[in-house]
């Protein structure tokens, strides 16, 4: 749950969030984007309410229709922005079009759930995990698409648990906690983001580690 | 949306043949199985009873999709309307239920089941789904035979 969090994010600019799991990454996004009801507050793109016409989402879990082709599915969400080039991003993505999807290993799903959300052509973008089952190659493009999208004008706000992924595109990172922005990392303090992570108590969660593995208590 | 439709139907005809060919056996049973539910179903508005046993089956068909089905996110996330491409799918579900019942002069039941399947879109999807797809995350934690060997070290 998500309760007394504020968050600016400006066009132009790359937003990460990270946190521990169930700090509310996906529930601040998904709010974002509609699908999570708000109690109170506001949720504002450029002065309006965000929905679909205005924002991209891509969640963690993607649905593929069985039997269709990547090249189909694209042209679901392709209907929307007929200019949009699916074989020049799926070549950059290294990504097979024409086979089903069933076919596909999970990061070519995550490669064409991707390529879909970034068909659309939307003013802001929700990213909630895209790193999740990509290679390294493609993270690094993730990360140069996503700069790109932001210095073309877009708002763009990612979450991950990889936090090399975050620290390679964002200009800002926010750390959440128990629902709220528990402190907002710029470029310079991305070093200190691991250490907040952590908690702290980097070195007793260490020698715990060890003493686990070695079978004795900590 | 039309597009959305077309792809749609595609991929379910890919599906059937795809199950036509590696299991033909089964494809032809389901068939037979299938007509002959036709013919059953031709006689059944001739009581009371029976049209009514056949309206409930109609509108069976659309609640188990609607209760199963996972593409309700993906839609919205494409910019598709949801609950419309929903209430198109159920009209073609009951349609062969509501035209048997309206050919055998139960216009009313028929009307009844299009209507009902229609206002189906209006209540959660996928939520049958959803608990089912909990529970079998839950039972994949449990214990496995599992096979594991390693090659020196500890």
């Given at each position: 749950?998500?309760?007394?969090?504020?968050?600016?994010?400006?066009?132009?600019?790359?937003?990460?969030?990270?946190?521990?799991?169930?700090?509310?990454?996906t529930?601040?996004?998904?709010?974002?984007?509609?699908?999570?009801?708000?109690?109170?507050?506001?949720i504002?793109?450029?002065g309006?309410?965000?929905?679909?016409?205005?924002?991209?989402?891509?969640?963690?879990?993607?649905?593929?229709?069985?039997?269709?082709?990547?090249?189909?599915?694209?042209?679901?969400?392709r209907?929307?922005?007929?200019?949009?080039?699916?074989?020049?991003?799926?070549?950059?993505?290294?990504?097979?079009?024409?086979?089903?999807?069933?076919?596909?290993?999970?990061?070519m799903?995550?490669?064409?759930?991707?390529?879909a959300?970034?068909?659309?052509?939307?003013?802001?973008?929700?990213?909630?995990?895209?790193s999740n089952?990509?290679?390294?190659?493609?993270?690094?493009?993730?990360?140069?698409?996503?700069?790109?999208?932001?210095?073309?004008?877009?708002?763009?706000?990612?979450?991950?648990h990889?936090?090399?992924?975050?620290?390679?595109?964002?200009?800002?990172?926010?750390?959440?906690?128990?629902?709220?922005?528990?402190?907002?990392?710029?470029?310079?303090?991305?070093?200190?983001?691991?250490?907040a992570?952590?908690?702290?108590?980097?070195?007793?969660?260490?020698?715990k580690?060890?003493?686990?593995?070695?079978?004795?208590?900590? | 949306?039309?597009?959305?439709l077309?792809?749609?139907?595609?991929?379910?005809?890919?599906?059937?043949?795809?199950?036509?060919?590696?299991?033909?056996?089964?494809?032809?049973?389901?068939?037979?199985?299938?007509?002959?539910?036709?013919?059953?179903?031709?006689?059944?508005?001739h009581?009371?009873?029976?049209?009514?046993?056949?309206?409930?089956?109609?509108?069976?068909?659309p609640?188990?999709?609607?209760?199963?089905?996972?593409?309700?996110r993906?839609?919205?996330?494409?910019?598709?309307?949801?609950?419309?491409?929903?209430?198109?799918?159920?009209?073609?579900?009951?349609?062969?239920?509501?035209?048997?019942?309206?050919?055998q002069?139960?216009?009313?039941?028929?009307a009844?089941?299009?209507?009902?399947?229609?206002?189906?879109?209006?209540?959660?999807?996928?939520?049958?789904?959803?608990?089912?797809?909990?529970?079998r995350?839950?039972?994949?934690?449990?214990?496995?035979?599992?096979?594991?060997?390693?090659?020196?070290?500890?």
């Amino acid at each position: 749950m998500i309760a007394g969090l504020d968050l600016v994010v400006p066009a132009g600019e790359v937003h990460g969030v990270v946190g521990p799991n169930g700090a509310g990454k996906t529930t601040l996004l998904e709010a974002i984007y509609g699908f999570v009801p708000t109690r109170r507050g506001t949720i504002t793109l450029r002065g309006v309410r965000p929905d679909a016409r205005s924002t991209a989402y891509l969640p963690t879990e993607n649905y593929f229709y069985p039997r269709m082709t990547g090249r189909e599915y694209l042209r679901i969400f392709r209907a929307r922005a007929p200019a949009f080039d699916a074989d020049a991003w799926a070549e950059l993505f290294d990504l097979p079009l024409d086979r089903f999807v069933d076919e596909y290993s999970a990061g070519m799903k995550k490669k064409l759930a991707l390529i879909a959300t970034l068909s659309l052509d939307r003013a802001a973008i929700l990213l909630d995990e895209p790193s999740n089952n990509l290679d390294v190659e493609s993270n690094l493009l993730l990360a140069q698409v996503v700069r790109q999208l932001a210095e073309a004008g877009r708002i763009v706000l990612v979450t991950s648990h990889i936090l090399e992924a975050l620290t390679s595109a964002c200009d800002r990172i926010h750390l959440l906690r128990g629902g709220r922005v528990a402190r907002t990392f710029g470029r310079g303090e991305f070093g200190e983001l691991e250490r907040a992570l952590v908690g702290g108590d980097g070195a007793v969660k260490h020698a715990k580690v060890r003493a686990l593995l070695r079978g004795g208590a900590a | 949306m039309l597009e959305l439709l077309r792809l749609r139907a595609l991929a379910v005809v890919r599906t059937v043949a795809a199950l036509g060919r590696s299991e033909p056996a089964w494809a032809v049973g389901f068939l037979a199985l299938l007509g002959l539910g036709a013919v059953y179903a031709w006689g059944l508005p001739h009581s009371s009873s029976g049209a009514v046993r056949l309206a409930v089956a109609g509108l069976a068909a659309p609640v188990l999709v609607h209760a199963f089905r996972r593409d309700g996110r993906l839609l919205r996330l494409s910019g598709h309307p949801a609950r419309l491409v929903f209430a198109l799918d159920y009209a073609v579900l009951v349609a062969p239920f509501a035209g048997v019942l309206a050919v055998q002069g139960r216009g009313e039941a028929a009307a009844l089941v299009l209507a009902a399947s229609l206002a189906l879109p209006l209540m959660p999807a996928g939520r049958a789904g959803a608990v089912l797809l909990r529970g079998r995350r839950r039972r994949a934690l449990g214990p496995r035979v599992c096979t594991f060997r390693t090659a020196g070290g500890r």
